[in-house]
């Protein structure tokens, strides 16, 4: 079965600092990564996702991930981050291939970005 | 991807009560599913809603609780039933496209009980 463990429930930042938000999963198989990003009360959102291809995938807000097959990580990276940054992120896992679709998630980490 | 509309967006509901949150996706979509997610934790999957035939619930859900349905490819309802205030959750509906890896969801609804 496939497990997500983001390590930090919570990553306070100063505005226009760096961060990285951690993710680990685990599975047998191999699978697809995603990040998702819920504002405060709202639904969740896209950042980003991983299928095959180059291990670096990028946001249109600046942010990125990198797949680490060997570590099994996806760890979520923004150079300088805003106040609006502030939310709650979730990394997700899905098995590849096979009957199982179902999207796995951490338990989150909430970024606050203070000024 | 995806646009999907879930209704209602919130209710407060009696204990004792059901109630029937619709999922309605403007494309036709091969998998749809049911999430919940208690305050102030992560999402947790309820089931699968296959069109056609019984949802596949995740452990720890049953059909009697949690009732699905999914007539046709672009709709789906999930059912709460004989609710407690422990079902105090937001429901978030979220559908996998045809050809595409990604997973949207719908903006969930948040649901009280009283």
């Known amino acids: 079965a496939q497990s997500v463990t983001q390590l930090d429930s919570q990553v306070p930042v100063f505005e226009e600092a760096p961060v990285e938000l951690r993710c680990n999963y685990s599975s047998s198989v191999s699978v697809y990564l995603f990040w998702y990003v819920q504002y405060p009360n709202q639904g969740l959102q896209l950042l980003l996702k991983y299928l095959s291809g180059s291990t670096l995938v990028e946001s249109i807000n600046g942010f990125e991930a990198e797949f680490n097959k060997s570590q099994t990580s996806f760890h979520l990276r923004k150079p300088s981050v805003h106040i609006s940054d502030t939310a709650e992120y979730f990394c997700?896992?899905?098995?590849?291939?096979?009957?199982?679709?179902?999207?796995?998630f951490g338990k989150g980490t909430l970024l606050t970005v203070n000024p | 991807s995806a646009v999907i509309s879930q209704k209602p967006s919130r209710d407060i509901c009696q204990r004792g009560t059901s109630l029937t949150i619709q999922c309605q996706v403007d494309s036709q979509v091969t998998m749809m599913f049911w999430y919940r997610q208690q305050p102030g934790q992560s999402l947790t999957l309820i089931a699968t809603?296959?069109?056609?035939?019984?949802?596949?619930?995740e452990s720890g859900f049953v059909i009697d609780k949690f009732p699905i349905s999914r007539p046709n490819l672009t709709f789906s309802t999930l059912t709460v039933s004989n609710m407690s205030p422990e079902d105090s959750s937001i429901y978030l509906c979220s559908v996998r496209g045809i050809g595409d890896y990604g997973y949207t969801f719908g903006s969930g609804t948040r649901l009280t009980v009283v």
């Open positions: 809603a296959n069109q056609g035939s019984e949802a596949t619930y």
């Open positions: 997700a896992v899905s098995e590849y291939g096979g009957s199982n679709y179902k999207l796995t």
